[in-house]
């Protein structure tokens, strides 16, 4: 259950450049066998979720990327951090700095700051005044918001059936490479 929110978020900021994921090696791990069935109770039962995958991905353009995802992540709270490098800039999230997106660009030194509560946020005018931060509730707000404008409207909203079908081809994929030792393609 581990990469789902990764794998499509990717598909959204860079598949239309990339294409889908072509081939990948995948390592899952469950670190702990068993756990307790209630909190301070005797009876363990075994776990059979992965607390931990690693995936390395090329993209049918040749791109490459990395997935990984933990259950344990000392010092995180419930980050969700994505990096995308390219050949004319970069980009940095992380949901432990909701209201922050780190931009590079061309031939800029250095990452810029971007608030996404800036005045011309596509949200602002919904929220508190520009500069106020907002938080995860929010973005559930903002989901349901357009879900229910592309439902109402008759428009196609992503994620569709058709995106999660594609993520989880990648984490079935995954989970076929951790058992065999080796590559595995997606074709």
Known sequence: DTGAHTVDLARYLVGDRVGEVERLSGHCRTFVDERPVEEGADETREVTVDDAYTAQVEYESGAMGTFEASRYATGHKNDHTIRVHGSEGSLKFSLERLNE??????????????????????????????????????????????????????????????????????????QRSDEAGEWVSLG
């Not at 929010?138 to 196609?156: I, P, Q, R």
Request: charged content about 25%; cysteine-free; overall charge negative.
């Open 101 to 174: 997106l780190e931009v590079l660009t061309g031939d800029d030194r250095g990452y810029q700051t971007v608030l996404v509560t800036d005045a011309d946020d596509p949200y602002v005018d919904h929220w508190w005044p520009p500069g106020h931060v907002l938080g995860w509730e929010h973005t559930f707000v903002h989901e349901n918001y357009e879900f229910l404008s592309a439902v109402a409207d008759g428009d196609e909203f992503h994620p569709s059936f058709d995106d999660a079908y594609e993520v989880q081809r990648v984490l079935d994929a995954v």
